[in-house]
């Protein structure tokens, strides 16, 4: 065999080997992770709140309003495999493009934040009108169950 069918026989066998297979859907990416903030009303899912999920399934929370110089919220729990694919399929249905939806200033009473990280893209988004986002109070109630938070 001459060598540049060598050279291209090899390249195709390194090219493929490196390639990731595909994840099966409702599966989150290797880096997925999140920050959620709400200003809500205290009793409810939006109730104010500070909420991270680390990639490798740490989850942080934090009770009360979220300030400028707030230190990030304390460790809780490492969510298992199913409870981070969950959490996944719950913050990838969240439309940050729904009209009203989106600010880009900073939070005020009643808002919150979003921050979201997969397949090597990061974005943040000011989420106005947070009491009418059915989505947003769906994760937020489910990661204060994860997170042991009763309400009050």
Same mark, same amino acid.
């Given at each position: 065999?001459? #060598?540049?069918?060598?050279?291209?026989?090899?390249?195709?066998?390194?090219?493929? %080997?490196?390639?990731?297979?595909?994840? *099966?859907?409702?599966?989150? /990416?290797?880096?997925?992770?999140?920050?959620?903030?709400?200003?809500?009303?205290?009793?409810?899912?939006?109730? /104010?709140?500070?909420?991270?999920?680390?990639? +490798?399934?740490?989850?942080?929370?934090?009770?009360?309003? !979220?300030?400028? #110089?707030?230190?990030?919220?304390?460790?809780?729990?490492?969510? !298992?495999?199913?409870?981070?694919?969950?959490?996944?399929?719950?913050?990838?249905?969240?439309?940050?493009?729904? *009209?009203?939806?989106? %600010?880009?200033?900073?939070?005020?009473?009643?808002?919150?934040?979003?921050?979201?990280?997969? +397949?090597? !893209?990061?974005?943040?988004?000011?989420? +106005?009108?947070? +009491?009418?986002?059915?989505?947003?109070?769906?994760?937020?109630? #489910?990661?204060?169950?994860?997170?042991?938070?009763?309400?009050?």
């Amino acid at each position: 065999m001459d #060598r540049p069918v060598r050279t291209l026989l090899v390249a195709l066998l390194v090219a493929g %080997s490196c390639a990731a297979p595909p994840r *099966p859907a409702g599966t989150p /990416p290797p880096d997925f992770a999140l920050g959620l903030s709400v200003r809500g009303a205290a009793g409810t899912a939006l109730a /104010p709140a500070w909420y991270i999920v680390e990639a +490798d399934g740490t989850l942080r929370a934090g009770l009360g309003v !979220r300030h400028e #110089r707030t230190p990030a919220p304390g460790l809780v729990r490492v969510l !298992r495999p199913d409870e981070r694919a969950e959490v996944w399929r719950l913050a990838a249905a969240i439309d940050a493009d729904a *009209p009203g939806a989106v %600010s880009a200033g900073a939070p005020g009473p009643g808002e919150g934040s979003f921050y979201l990280a997969r +397949d090597g !893209r990061r974005s943040t988004v000011v989420l +106005d009108e947070i +009491d009418a986002r059915p989505d947003v109070a769906r994760l937020a109630a #489910r990661l204060a169950e994860l997170a042991w938070v009763s309400p009050p």
